[in-house]
């Protein structure tokens, strides 16, 4: 129904910077949910930073002052910009919509979906 694609990952030295993108293969009628997660080996998944409908962001201690989120609704894709990476920011990164649709008959289709994932590594 709704698919993501995401770019930009790649390895990095510390200090460097990487930026994302996650593109939607189509418009949404309504975001419900719309951010960033990160999953390191051996841990679990984690939200890293999220963004409203409205534009409103929010972000994990982790990432606050370095990274931002951002939106551009007309190219229907998501950003993730990552300044100043450290090690321990290595993980496959995912971007996250959940959102809602509509038929050409007009009913609403509820749906969650995840991006491919985006491999980051930030060593020396």
């Known amino acids: 129904q709704v698919q993501l694609v995401e770019s930009g990952g790649g390895a990095v030295q510390p200090g460097g910077s990487l930026r994302l993108s996650c593109t939607a293969s189509r418009s949404i009628s309504r975001i419900d949910a719309n951010g960033w997660y990160r999953q390191a080996q051996g841990k679990e998944r984690e939200l890293v930073a999220s963004i409203t409908s409205g534009g409103g962001t929010n972000y994990a201690d982790s990432a606050k002052g370095r990274f931002t989120i951002s939106r551009d609704n007309a190219k229907n894709t998501l950003y993730l910009q990552m300044n100043n990476l450290k090690p321990e920011d290595t993980a496959v990164y995912y971007c996250?919509?959940?959102?809602?649709?509509?038929?050409?008959?007009?009913?609403?289709?509820?749906?969650?979906?995840w991006g491919q994932g985006t491999q980051v590594t930030v060593s020396s």
């Open positions: 996250n919509l959940d959102g809602v649709i509509y038929t050409d008959t007009g009913e609403p289709i509820v749906f969650r979906t």
